[in-house]
Nanobody, 116 residues
Framework: QVQLMESGGGLVQSGGSLRLSCTAT????????MAWYRQAPGNEREQVAS???????DYADFVEGRFTISRDSANNKMYLEMNSLKPDDTGVYYC??????????WGQGTQVTVSS
């Protein structure tokens, strides 16, 4: 069973930066779709950014050019570089992937808190 483990969350001031990592327990070479989601208290989980095996990326409108998603197949990792963070970016950030099959996986989440 594949496991996804997020790391890199924390407390940061408004305008600050964080880099989230998602590490898979096996090769992501067959993960044709990977994404970051987030969930704020009282809100539904929403997609933040995605990246396909082709390298094509997509971002939610609220990202406004502040975040960059990437994947490192050699190290079985996916990243989310977040800059110019706002208090509205506060939430639990989850790693999600879809493997050929298809099989889907979620990580356990990492907390991001942006103070004003």
């Amino acid at each position: 069973q594949v496991q996804l483990m997020e790391s890199g969350g924390g407390l940061v001031q408004s305008g600050g930066s964080l880099r989230l990592s998602c590490t898979a327990t096996e090769s992501i070479a067959t993960f044709y779709f990977m994404a970051w989601y987030r969930q704020a208290p009282g809100n539904e989980r929403e997609q933040v950014a995605s990246i396909r095996i082709s390298g094509t990326t997509d971002y939610a409108d609220f990202v406004e050019g502040r975040f960059t998603i990437s994947r490192d197949s050699a190290n079985n990792k996916m990243y989310l570089e977040m800059n110019s963070l706002k208090p509205d970016d506060t939430g639990v950030y989850y790693c999600y992937s879809v493997q050929y099959g298809p099989r889907t996986y979620w990580g356990q989440g990492t907390q991001v808190t942006v103070s004003s």
